[in-house]
Nanobody
């Protein structure tokens, strides 16, 4: 069964940067549309960014110009580069893959932005 495992979450100050990684195993990574979601305390999980199998990307308005999603299909890794972090970016970040209507999720990594 395919698995996704996120890493890179941390406590940072406003304006700093972080890079999240998501390593896939036991799946044909290159066939999946990959996404990052986040869930703030008391809120529903929300889409942050997606990248298609041909590298087309989409972003939530709140992160456009600050976050960059990318994928390394050879090594089965999804990335999220987050720059100029704000307190409202504080959330648990989840990696997700979709293929033929089926979704797979990682367990999440905590990002906290606080002064």
């Amino acid at each position: 069964q395919g698995q996704l495992k996120e890493s890179g979450g941390a406590l940072v100050h406003p304006g700093e940067s972080l890079r999240l990684s998501c390593v896939a195993s036991n799946l044909i990574f290159g066939a999946f549309v990959m996404s990052w979601y986040r869930q703030r305390p008391g809120e529903r999980r929300a889409l942050v960014a997606s990248i298609s199998t041909y590298q087309s990307t989409t972003y939530a308005d709140s992160v456009k110009g600050r976050f960059t999603i990318s994928r390394d299909d050879a090594n089965k890794i999804l990335y999220l580069q987050m720059n100029n972090l704000k307190p409202e970016d504080t959330a648990v970040y989840y990696c997700s893959g979709r293929l033929d209507g089926n979704d797979i999720w990682g367990q999440g990594t905590q990002v906290t932005v606080s002064s």
